[in-house]
């Protein structure tokens, strides 16, 4: 398949994968009886009802994988647009957010890396930084414009080893998220383990001392206050993931 070709296929199923899911996940006893008859089991019963329906995000997870088209850029935008106030968000009351001492703090890298010292901030300062004004979109339905820098994780992953014919790159977090992303959207040039928020170093509310910016994921997959990265083939899922918002969710 040409570039081209992928991306026309990728625009045209978009909204029917989209579509599927949502009935799915909002309406799944409409297709329930489509479901009996395809695989004739009983979804009567709970259990096999909800590990078919799984099972078929899985299969709509690995189908939008591939459509990802690593080199297609998140639209960027002038700082004058960026969203004043921005908006804090997460799953407890902003003052509930994690205070993290930022000299003590120490991220760990584990799974399939060749290097698993842990890393500091000025470790982490001393590499390639870049900078991006990107949306930033919530499932929630709003989204806003924000500007983040800090070291592209692609770059990240190459220092420490990684294996990057592995599937997945999970993140754990001071505060209990978790999240995890499929590898061609961590090597994408705009995925950044971000330090710094308009330029300062990210404020607690917004993810200090480390968190990801991955602008072509919805916000719930762009963990903050990280506390470990590590390298997989197991999906490690993730906090709204596993209550069944999509897991690719790219936006
Ligand atoms: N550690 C952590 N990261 C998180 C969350 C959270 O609850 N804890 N919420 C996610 C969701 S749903 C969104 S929309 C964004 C919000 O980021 P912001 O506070 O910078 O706007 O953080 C994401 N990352
Ligand atoms: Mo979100």
């Not at 909204?15 to 009567?44: F, H, I």
């Not at 930033?136 to 339905?141: A, K, L, S």
């Not at 692609?154 to 978790?178: N, P």
Request: net charge positive; aromatic share 12%.
């Amino acid at each position: 398949m040409t570039r081209k070709e992928r991306l026309a296929l990728t625009e045209a199923f978009r909204p029917q994968l989209r579509k599927v899911e949502r009935r799915l996940m909002l309406k799944s006893s409409l297709s329930l009886g489509a479901l009996t008859l395809l695989t004739g089991c009983d979804l009567a019963d709970g259990d096999v009802t909800d590990r078919v329906l799984w099972a078929m995000l899985r299969f709509n997870d690995r189908v939008q994988a591939l459509l990802f088209n690593p080199v297609v850029l998140a639209k960027t935008f002038p700082p004058s647009r960026i969203t004043k106030p921005f908006r804090f968000n997460a799953f407890y009351d902003e003052d509930s957010v994690p205070d993290v001492d930022g000299g003590a703090w120490k991220m760990a890298v584990s799974g399939l890396v060749t290097d698993k010292t842990p890393w500091d901030l000025k470790r982490l300062r001393a590499l390639p930084q870049e900078g991006q004004i990107t949306r930033h979109i919530c499932v929630e339905g709003w989204s806003q414009i924000g500007q983040w820098s800090g070291v592209p994780l692609h770059i990240f992953l190459e220092r420490v080893g990684a294996d990057t014919r592995a599937r997945y790159v999970g993140f754990k977090c001071i505060d209990k998220y978790y999240s995890s992303i499929d590898m061609a959207s961590a090597l994408h040039p705009q995925t950044i383990l971000a330090l710094d928020f308009e330029q300062q170093p990210l404020p607690a509310e917004f993810g200090f001392p480390a968190r990801l910016r991955i602008p072509t994921k919805l916000g719930f997959k762009n963990p903050k206050h990280i506390a470990e990265i590590y390298v997989t083939n197991t999906n490690p899922g993730g906090y709204w993931e596993d209550q069944g918002y999509n897991w690719f969710s790219g936006s």
